[in-house]
């Protein structure tokens, strides 16, 4: 049974910095797409970042560009997202996914992911 498990989420100050790990219970990780979803409270989840099969693409939400950085390790199964310079407005339940195949184009869409993980809380305080 594939598993998603993220950790990594807490507490921390507007300008402070968290990084995010998701392992992957695939056998065959490295033939997935694996993405980053976000949640705040009262609103819909929103694509945040996504990286390719090998990590050589990456696709970012217009506002984490340049703050938040996703990266994955195929021999451990993990996925990261480093975010920096942390907002208020970040805040929200964070949710990694895996896909595959993901349609080109279409790494933004929710329902190309397969798999999902549990969530890991973001607060930033202001």
């Known amino acids: 049974q594939v598993q998603l498990v993220e950790s990594g989420g807490g507490l921390v100050q507007a300008g402070g910095s968290l990084r995010l790990s998701c392992v992957a219970s695939?056998?065959?990780?490295?033939?997935?797409?694996m993405a980053w979803f976000r949640q705040a409270p009262g609103k819909e989840r929103d694509f945040v970042s996504a990286?390719?099969?090998?990590?050589?693409?990456?696709d970012y939400l217009e506002s984490v560009k340049g703050r938040f950085t996703i990266s994955r390790d195929n021999a451990k199964n993990t996925v990261y997202l480093q975010m920096n310079s942390l907002k208020p407005e970040d805040t929200a339940v964070y949710y990694c996914?895996?896909?595959?195949?993901?349609?080109?184009?279409?790494?933004?869409?929710?329902?190309?992911?397969?798999?999902w993980g549990q969530g890991t809380q973001v607060t930033v305080s202001s």
């Open positions: 996914a895996a896909g595959s195949p993901i349609r080109l184009g279409r790494r933004r869409d929710q329902s190309e992911y397969d798999y």
């Open positions: 695939i056998r065959t990780f490295g033939a997935y797409g």
């Open positions: 990286i390719n099969r090998s990590g050589g693409s990456t």
